[in-house]
């Protein structure tokens, strides 16, 4: 398998296509604005640069990355790949239309993954007729530095897909962590409560932003305040993840803040939109 068809080029997209590339995989990255695709290649080289002065990565092999991505605004482009890894927005009708379309696409024996970070892979499966080898390949942001790939099995999920899967992600120097098919999985289920209960602290008062990271970061140790995560995340994701969580569980304890809800209706979507819970 050293071909890869990427289908979303955005913040997850170009990083999953950037780390495929370096370890000698010939990608395809999909979009369906050329706009989008110049812009994540213009990120990849960013970022390759920005190893190479961090002494993380040679000027050869930093030279050698662009050359191994091509370019297109069709899901057929990726027919001929042996594993696809789809990283459209956090978005379930989305995510089952390219999934229904890659399906028609792609060859027989194809793998097709998600990077969703919390939609059913047993869903998304049961939208195509290889529900056998449809799992969940779920990066961590940003994509070329973390380490932690969950490897979601859904309902009909081979081992057969779940190994080869395990075994691409420790080639592409990652960790990859196999868990069950439930809302969230463990990473966004367990992350996303804090996030939300420290968003209820700003809206009732009890500390602004900056004191809620400042605490999370001194007192727990974490590198990132919750906060200034859900920037970095995407408030619009957050939002669309716990009411994943709500939904498919069913407990109030995923009810998303009234607070980020606001934030979300207002445009105010962190990082990519220049204002969060802080200035960008």
């Not at 968003?199 to 970061?217: N, Q, R, S």
């Not at 669309?240 to 607070?259: F, S, T, W």
Request: charged fraction near 20%; include cysteine.
């Amino acid at each position: 398998m050293k071909r890869v068809g990427v289908v979303g080029s955005g913040t997850m997209g170009n990083g999953i296509a950037q780390v495929f590339a370096q370890h000698g995989w010939e990608v395809i990255l999909v979009d369906v604005a050329q706009a989008a695709l110049d812009q994540a290649l213009v990120t990849i080289k960013a970022n390759l640069e920005r190893m190479v002065k961090k002494g993380t990565l040679t000027a050869e092999a930093a030279g050698a990355v662009p050359g191994r991505i091509t370019t297109g605004t069709d899901v057929a482009a990726v027919r001929d790949a042996s594993l696809v890894v789809e990283a459209a927005s956090e978005n379930a009708a989305l995510k089952f239309s390219l999934f229904e379309a890659l399906d028609r696409a792609c060859r027989p024996e194809a793998i097709l993954a998600t990077n969703t970070s919390s939609i059913s892979i047993t869903e998304i499966a049961a939208r195509t007729k290889r529900p056998a080898q449809v799992i969940g390949m779920h990066f961590m942001n940003p994509v070329p530095v973390m380490q932690l790939v969950e490897v979601i099995r859904g309902q009909a999920t081979s081992s057969a897909t779940t190994a080869t899967v395990m075994e691409t992600a420790t080639a592409l120097g990652k960790t990859p962590v196999e868990v069950n098919d439930y809302p969230g999985f463990v990473a966004n289920r367990v992350l996303m409560p804090m996030i939300n209960e420290a968003i209820f602290c700003v809206m009732e008062g009890v500390a602004t932003p900056d004191a809620v990271d400042t605490v999370m970061k001194l007192g727990m140790a974490h590198p990132m305040g919750p906060l200034a995560l859900a920037d970095l995340i995407g408030l619009d994701t957050c939002l669309a993840i716990l009411e994943v969580l709500h939904r498919g569980l069913g407990d109030d304890k995923y009810r998303p803040c009234p607070l980020l809800r606001r934030m979300v209706a207002a445009g105010q979507l962190g990082r990519k939109t220049g204002r969060g819970f802080y200035s960008y």
